[in-house]
């Protein structure tokens, strides 16, 4: 077990227990003693997945990389949160000067080097556009909801969500300018063919790979972060994002339970192909060099290297994913239950 297994058992706790509040039972082993590199394989087997030959899974950027902030691609570092995704691409504004998405805090304490200062605030950029286009992430899921008559519960629950996102940004934002010296946020994003008509089986394949990968793994990063970080505003700001992320990791979890319950076998092939998908993108980080950077700040800033944050994500797929994937797929829908009747209950 990693130095997180107990903020990982909490988090599978919480988001178990949500799962039973939608028809869930039986049995979940948070430690199958499974092996890191099998954890996509692991996934696999629980899930019963079918064959995923024809799905179109190529990104726009090469494995290991993601959209950056000047319009090409950069390593995936922190990346583990609701992303924007439009069909294979993965979407997000740029960088641009302007202070309306930043919030004032305190200034640093202590010394920080100029290049440790500079990786840092660029890290922390990315953060808050990834962040930026969450807020685009859940409005989508919102009107997904309403789509398929979802319990208000679920709907409520996501426009919060919404919420909490433009929070994360501004701090994240906030955070990057106090070590770069420079007001920056996002420019427009680009919604086009965010949102069409889609099926059942295709937004909850679109959670899984959102939300219950992304945000989970998203919510066990940003309480590693937090355990790590010493900052005084860095640990405010990830106190927060790491209790609103695994929020919204129950979120995601809520639907799949109930979308499976609404939709049977269809559902749950599309959500074990969809989280196969978001499992081997997150476990294919590419391992960088931090040569220059001083280590200590890093940690202290609340951030984490590459090697690091792929350890956690393998350990939080094996004790975490993987076992709630087994949970959602454990029951087939009853007969006597259509499409808009069921509850999610808290």
Known sequence: MSECSRPMTSLLVLLTSAIAACGASGKIDPDDGGANDSAVDAATDALTLADTGQADTSPVCEAGTQPGGDGGCAPIVQSARRPFLVGRSLRSAVVTERRDW?????????????????????????????????????????MHLLSVGAPPDLVGRSQRASLDEIEHARSCFALAERLGKRPRGPSSLRIDDAVGPVSLAEIAALTAEEGCVGETLGAVLAAEQLARASDPETVKVLRRIAADEARHAELAWRFAKWAVVNGGEDVKQAIGQAAERAIQATLDIEIRAYDGIDLDAWHAHGRLTCSEARALMADAVREIVCPCLAAVMERDAPQTTRLGLATAEA
């Open 102 to 142: 930043s919030r004032k805090v305190a200034p640093v304490t202590g010394s920080v080097d100029v290049k440790t200062a500079e990786a840092l605030a660029q890290s922390w950029l990315q953060d808050g556009l990834e962040e930026h286009a969450s807020v685009a992430a859940f409005a989508r899921f919102t």
